[in-house]
């Protein structure tokens, strides 16, 4: 059973912009913060940005003031919204649990080019 999906992702110019979308079943949706993590070539998965239930976030400090973390609780989903892209956001995007302790697993994830 699928219960993170991610999309949005393609090839864009630097200081471009794309928007992730993450859907995720319900059961995961409404009991837990979400996060976005991204796996460059040859490096670990690394944390992303993070919002709470409640809608409180948090991000690493590479991202801060280009991307914004956001839920929709009517569709169980969560949005990345990349702005002043760089090439070294180029990765692999996956959402999760945050903390991953509750993981269900991770998905197929989605690719993110930015080419300079």
């Known amino acids: 059973q699928v219960q993170l999906v991610e999309s949005g992702g393609g090839l864009v110019q630097a200081g471009g912009s794309l928007r992730l979308s993450c859907a995720a079943s319900g059961s995961i949706f409404r009991i837990n913060a979400i996060g976005w993590y991204r796996q460059a070539p040859g490096k670990q998965r690394d944390f992303v940005a993070r919002?709470?239930?409640?809608?409180?976030?948090n991000y690493v400090d590479s991202v801060k003031g280009r991307f914004i973390i956001s839920r929709d609780n009517a569709k169980n989903t969560v949005y990345l919204q990349m702005n002043s892209l760089k090439p070294e956001d180029t990765a692999v995007y996956y959402c999760n649990t945050w903390p991953l302790t509750r993981s269900p697993g991770w998905g197929q994830g989605t690719q993110v080019t930015v080419s300079s």
């Open positions: 919002i709470t239930v409640g809608g409180s976030t």
